[in-house]
């Protein structure tokens, strides 16, 4: 049974957002099954740092990572323009990130970062994923830390996969 096709085209933009929001999830938590499970077999990534095959890209994030030492990206205004099984998106994105873990260097200096992703998206089997993501990079800064806001310990529980919070809520 087919569907209405406006219906249909609510249900693959809905899927997309989704796929797109798990990103900031899979970099910041450090979970690189996730990120892998994003993109589709032969996948390209132009990020700028690193250029090659998707799975080229998790590899270097995984190898990025270092206990203590967390990102947090948000996504904000995000066009979908869907053709068929293919879709063009553009994600406005900041993201943060401290220059080191606390006791390090740079821990008190935070890296501010405007981005954009460029996405080609495409429903291969019935399932969207990334096919090539291009970052665009607007003017980006790193910020001087002044003064800590005080937060006592247990308010503080952000970690990596599989020991944040997210994963066992």
């Not at 219906?7 to 809905?14: A, K, N, R, T």
Request: charged share 30%; hydrophobic share 35%; aromatic share 10%.
């Amino acid at each position: 049974m087919e569907r209405d096709p406006e219906l249909q085209h609510v249900i693959d933009e809905s899927k997309i957002r989704n796929l797109l929001d798990k990103y900031p999830r899979a970099l910041d938590r450090q979970d690189h099954e996730l990120l892998a499970s994003l993109f589709h077999p032969g996948a390209i990534d132009d990020h700028g740092v690193y250029n090659g095959s998707a799975a080229g890209y998790v590899d270097f994030m995984r190898l990025q990572g270092r206990p203590g030492l967390h990102w947090m990206h948000h996504n904000g205004t995000q066009i979908v323009e869907i053709e068929g099984n293919v879709a063009e998106c553009e994600t406005y994105t900041i993201a943060l990130c401290r220059m080191g873990a606390p006791g390090e260097p740079g821990y008190d200096h935070e890296m501010f970062l405007r981005i954009r992703y460029l996405d080609r998206i495409e429903k291969r089997e019935g399932v969207w994923k990334i096919a090539h993501r291009r970052v665009v990079y607007s003017p980006c800064h790193i910020m001087k830390i002044e003064e800590e806001f005080s937060l006592t310990p247990e308010c503080l529980s952000e970690a990596a996969f599989p020991k944040d919070d997210v994963y066992n809520f």
